[in-house]
C-alpha cells in the first residue's frame, strides 16, 4: 500500500476519461512547507512519476501493486516559461533541414563525433533563425547524444561543402582550418525538444561576415559496440526576413572536459568549479553588458549539479541558471524570463558537483561520455568578440595536494596537463583526508585562464595563470520553512506561492488506453 501523507496539499478540480485517456486537474503551492512529505517545486529538475492498473481500486484502502510495466517516469522543469508557439512570424517563416548523411557509426569505439559540412539556406539579405527543433532518426534516439551546429566564415567554402569528418577524440581528420572558424548557432542534448527564442531575438544568417558554412557536429554514443547503425539525425531551422530587434550569439563558459578536471571514486559529492575572469568581460562586454536569455547546462554521467554563478566586485550576486537535480537525460535549454544581465568585470564561475559512489576509478574530463566536463553555455545579445571563457585548475597544484614527491619531474615527462598527471593520480590511495586536500585545491590552486574570439585572436585575452582573484564563497541555497505535521488541516500561504498544475497533468494522458 502506497504511504498516505498525513497533510494532504493537492487540490484535485476535475477529472475525466476520454478516449482512451485519464486525465487529472489540480493545484498546489510551490512551497507547501510540508518538509517530510513534499518537494518544494523550484527551477531546478523535478521527476514526474506515474503508475496504474487496468482494474479501478474497490475502496482508498484496497490498492494493489501496479506491475512491474504499469509506471514509468519523465523528469520535467515546472517552471520554464512558456515560448511564444503562436507568433505569426513562425506561420510565415522559411523553413531549413540539416543533417548527418548517413552516418556509419563504428563498432568499435563507444564513443564518435561526426561533422558534416553544409550551405546555409540561400538568402542574401539578412534573415534570423528564430525557432529550431531536433529531427531524431527513431531507432537512434539512444545513441544521439548531443548535436552543435556551429556556423563558419571560410574564404574558400566550396571545396568542403558535403563532405564528413571525424571532428573530435581518437580518429578526428577535420581540417584544422575549419576547426578553428566554426562558431556555435545552435545547440541540442539528450532530452532536449524544440528551442523559439524570444519575440525580440533571432540569430542573423544571410548578410556578408554571416557564416558561408553550417557544420553539424553530433557526439554519438554506442555503448554495446553495435554494429550496423547508420544515422541521419539534425536539426530543422526555422528563419524570416522580418528581422527582431536583437542578433542572438553564444558563449561557453566553464571546462569543456579538460585533463586536469579529476573526481576521486567512491564520493557522494565532489565539486569543481571554472571561472570566466573579470578581466575577460571587461575588455569585450559592452557598457551596459550583455542580456542571457537562455542557457544550458552540461555534464555527463555522475554530474549532480550544474551553477552558474555571477560574481561582481568579488561578491555574488545572483546565478545565471543552475540545476540542482541534475538529470544526464534531461538537457533542456531553459529561458529566463526576466532575462540576466551580465555587466563588464563581471566573473562568471560554473560550478559543477558529481557523485561517484558507483565508480571505482577516476573521472577526468574528456570527450566521451564516462568523462566528465562542468559547462554553461549562454544564448545572449548582443554578439561580442568572445566564444570561450573558462578556466583550468594546475594539474602541478593538484599533485601537491595530494603528496606527490616529484610533481616537476613528472609533468616534464609528459604532455601537461593530460598523460602524466591521469597517471599519477590514478594511482593514488584514496583517504578522506587526500579527497578534502583535492576538493581544497579546487578554489585555492592557480588557475589557467582562457578566453578568446574565434573570429579575432586578438580581441581578448586572458590574464596569466594564478590563484582566483577573490574567494569563491557560494551563497548557501535556501532552504524551505516548515511546518509541523499536526493534521490535515491547510495552512495558510502567501500567493505567490500557489502553482496551477493543470498543464501538468496532461503528461497523465500519455497513458494511453489506461486507467490511473
Given at each position: 500500500?502506497?504511504?498516505?501523507?498525513?497533510?494532504?496539499?493537492?487540490?484535485?478540480?476535475?477529472?475525466?476519461?476520454?478516449?482512451?485517456?485519464?486525465?487529472?486537474?489540480?493545484?498546489?503551492?510551490?512551497?507547501?512547507?510540508?518538509?517530510?512529505?513534499?518537494?518544494?517545486?523550484?527551477?531546478?529538475?523535478?521527476?514526474?512519476?506515474?503508475?496504474?492498473?487496468?482494474?479501478?481500486?474497490?475502496?482508498?484502502?484496497?490498492?494493489?501493486?501496479?506491475?512491474?510495466?504499469?509506471?514509468?517516469?519523465?523528469?520535467?522543469?515546472?517552471?520554464?516559461?512558456?515560448?511564444?508557439?503562436?507568433?505569426?512570424?513562425?506561420?510565415?517563416?522559411?523553413?531549413?533541414?540539416?543533417?548527418?548523411?548517413?552516418?556509419?557509426?563504428?563498432?568499435?569505439?563507444?564513443?564518435?563525433?561526426?561533422?558534416?559540412?553544409?550551405?546555409?539556406?540561400?538568402?542574401?539579405?539578412?534573415?534570423?533563425?528564430?525557432?529550431?527543433?531536433?529531427?531524431?532518426?527513431?531507432?537512434?534516439?539512444?545513441?544521439?547524444?548531443?548535436?552543435?551546429?556551429?556556423?563558419?566564415?571560410?574564404?574558400?567554402?566550396?571545396?568542403?561543402?558535403?563532405?564528413?569528418?571525424?571532428?573530435?577524440?581518437?580518429?578526428?581528420?577535420?581540417?584544422?582550418?575549419?576547426?578553428?572558424?566554426?562558431?556555435?548557432?545552435?545547440?541540442?542534448?539528450?532530452?532536449?525538444?524544440?528551442?523559439?527564442?524570444?519575440?525580440?531575438?533571432g540569430f542573423p544568417i544571410g548578410r556578408p561576415g554571416d557564416p558561408n558554412l553550417f557544420i553539424m557536429e553530433t557526439h554519438y554514443d554506442n555503448p554495446e559496440l553495435k554494429s550496423g547503425i547508420v544515422d541521419s539525425s539534425g536539426l530543422t531551422l526555422w528563419y524570416t526576413p522580418e528581422l527582431r530587434r536583437h542578433d542572438?550569439?553564444?558563449?561557453?563558459?566553464?571546462?569543456?572536459?579538460?585533463?586536469?578536471?579529476?573526481?576521486?571514486?567512491?564520493?557522494?559529492?565532489?565539486?569543481?568549479?571554472?571561472?570566466?575572469?573579470?578581466?575577460?568581460?571587461?575588455?569585450?562586454?559592452?557598457?551596459?553588458?550583455?542580456?542571457?536569455?537562455?542557457?544550458?547546462?552540461?555534464?555527463?554521467?555522475?554530474?549532480?549539479?550544474?551553477?552558474?554563478?555571477?560574481?561582481?566586485?568579488?561578491?555574488?550576486?545572483?546565478?545565471?541558471?543552475?540545476?540542482?537535480?541534475?538529470?544526464?537525460?534531461?538537457?533542456?535549454?531553459?529561458?529566463?524570463?526576466?532575462?540576466?544581465?551580465?555587466?563588464?568585470?563581471?566573473?562568471?564561475?560554473?560550478?559543477?558537483?558529481?557523485?561517484?559512489?558507483?565508480?571505482?576509478?577516476?573521472?577526468?574530463?574528456?570527450?566521451?561520455?564516462?568523462?566528465?566536463?562542468?559547462?554553461?553555455?549562454?544564448?545572449?545579445?548582443?554578439?561580442?568578440?568572445?566564444?570561450?571563457?573558462?578556466?583550468?585548475?594546475?594539474?602541478?597544484?593538484?599533485?601537491?595536494?595530494?603528496?606527490?614527491?616529484?610533481?616537476?619531474?613528472?609533468?616534464?615527462?609528459?604532455?601537461?596537463?593530460?598523460?602524466?598527471?591521469?597517471?599519477?593520480?590514478?594511482?593514488?590511495?584514496?583517504?578522506?583526508?587526500?579527497?578534502?586536500?583535492?576538493?581544497?585545491?579546487?578554489?585555492?590552486?592557480?588557475?589557467?585562464?582562457?578566453?578568446?574570439?574565434?573570429?579575432?585572436?586578438?580581441?581578448?585575452?586572458?590574464?596569466?595563470m594564478a590563484p582566483y582573484p577573490f574567494s569563491l564563497k557560494f551563497a548557501a541555497d535556501p532552504q524551505p520553512d516548515c511546518f509541523p505535521v499536526l493534521s490535515s488541516a491547510i495552512v495558510p500561504f502567501s500567493r505567490p506561492a500557489l502553482f496551477w498544475m493543470s498543464a501538468l497533468l496532461s503528461l497523465v494522458a500519455l497513458?494511453?488506453?489506461?486507467?490511473?
Amino acid at each position: 500500500m502506497p504511504i498516505v501523507d498525513p497533510r494532504q496539499d493537492w487540490f484535485l478540480l476535475s477529472g475525466r476519461e476520454e478516449a482512451g485517456f485519464t486525465v487529472l486537474k489540480f493545484y498546489r503551492y510551490l512551497n507547501t512547507k510540508d518538509c517530510d512529505h513534499d518537494r518544494v517545486i523550484t527551477e531546478d529538475t523535478l521527476k514526474l512519476i506515474w503508475a496504474f492498473k487496468a482494474q479501478d481500486p474497490s475502496s482508498h484502502d484496497d490498492i494493489d501493486y501496479h506491475g512491474a510495466n504499469n509506471r514509468g517516469g519523465k523528469s520535467i522543469n515546472l517552471l520554464e516559461p512558456a515560448p511564444n508557439r503562436d507568433s505569426p512570424e513562425l506561420a510565415r517563416a522559411l523553413t531549413a533541414t540539416v543533417t548527418q548523411v548517413r552516418t556509419a557509426l563504428p563498432s568499435t569505439q563507444q564513443t564518435t563525433y561526426f561533422c558534416h559540412v553544409f550551405r546555409p539556406p540561400n538568402v542574401t539579405t539578412k534573415h534570423h533563425i528564430i525557432k529550431y527543433a531536433p529531427v531524431i532518426q527513431k531507432e537512434n534516439i539512444g545513441n544521439v547524444h548531443h548535436m552543435i551546429l556551429h556556423g563558419c566564415l571560410h574564404p574558400d567554402p566550396e571545396q568542403f561543402i558535403g563532405q564528413t569528418y571525424r571532428c573530435q577524440g581518437q580518429g578526428s581528420a577535420m581540417p584544422i582550418d575549419l576547426m578553428r572558424c566554426r562558431f556555435p548557432v545552435a545547440l541540442w542534448a539528450v532530452g532536449g525538444g524544440d528551442f523559439y527564442f524570444p519575440d525580440e531575438v533571432g540569430f542573423p544568417i544571410g548578410r556578408p561576415g554571416d557564416p558561408n558554412l553550417f557544420i553539424m557536429e553530433t557526439h554519438y554514443d554506442n555503448p554495446e559496440l553495435k554494429s550496423g547503425i547508420v544515422d541521419s539525425s539534425g536539426l530543422t531551422l526555422w528563419y524570416t526576413p522580418e528581422l527582431r530587434r536583437h542578433d542572438a550569439a553564444v558563449l561557453m563558459t566553464g571546462d569543456d572536459g579538460s585533463p586536469q578536471l579529476a573526481v576521486p571514486p567512491g564520493l557522494s559529492e565532489f565539486s569543481v568549479n571554472s571561472m570566466c575572469h573579470p578581466s575577460c568581460t571587461a575588455q569585450v562586454f559592452p557598457p551596459e553588458g550583455i542580456t542571457v536569455f537562455a542557457n544550458v547546462l552540461h555534464t555527463h554521467l555522475v554530474g549532480r549539479k550544474v551553477q552558474v554563478r555571477q560574481f561582481r566586485d568579488g561578491k555574488e550576486i545572483g546565478d545565471i541558471g543552475q540545476d540542482n537535480q541534475y538529470d544526464f537525460n534531461y538537457q533542456q535549454i531553459r529561458s529566463f524570463n526576466p532575462p540576466k544581465i551580465v555587466k563588464p568585470g563581471d566573473s562568471i564561475v560554473v560550478h559543477c558537483s558529481y557523485e561517484t559512489r558507483s565508480r571505482n576509478e577516476m573521472t577526468f574530463g574528456g570527450l566521451e561520455t564516462k568523462d566528465e566536463m562542468c559547462l554553461g553555455w549562454m544564448l545572449y545579445y548582443p554578439k561580442v568578440e568572445m566564444d570561450l571563457c573558462a578556466s583550468y585548475v594546475s594539474a602541478y597544484d593538484q599533485l601537491k595536494a595530494l603528496n606527490h614527491p616529484d610533481p616537476d619531474r613528472l609533468l616534464q615527462n609528459g604532455f601537461v596537463p593530460g598523460r602524466a598527471f591521469k597517471s599519477a593520480v590514478r594511482n593514488v590511495t584514496w583517504t578522506p583526508s587526500l579527497v578534502a586536500s583535492l576538493q581544497k585545491a579546487q578554489t585555492e590552486s592557480k588557475v589557467q585562464y582562457s578566453c578568446y574570439s574565434i573570429r579575432n585572436a586578438s580581441a581578448v585575452e586572458g590574464p596569466p595563470m594564478a590563484p582566483y582573484p577573490f574567494s569563491l564563497k557560494f551563497a548557501a541555497d535556501p532552504q524551505p520553512d516548515c511546518f509541523p505535521v499536526l493534521s490535515s488541516a491547510i495552512v495558510p500561504f502567501s500567493r505567490p506561492a500557489l502553482f496551477w498544475m493543470s498543464a501538468l497533468l496532461s503528461l497523465v494522458a500519455l497513458i494511453a488506453g489506461r486507467r490511473v
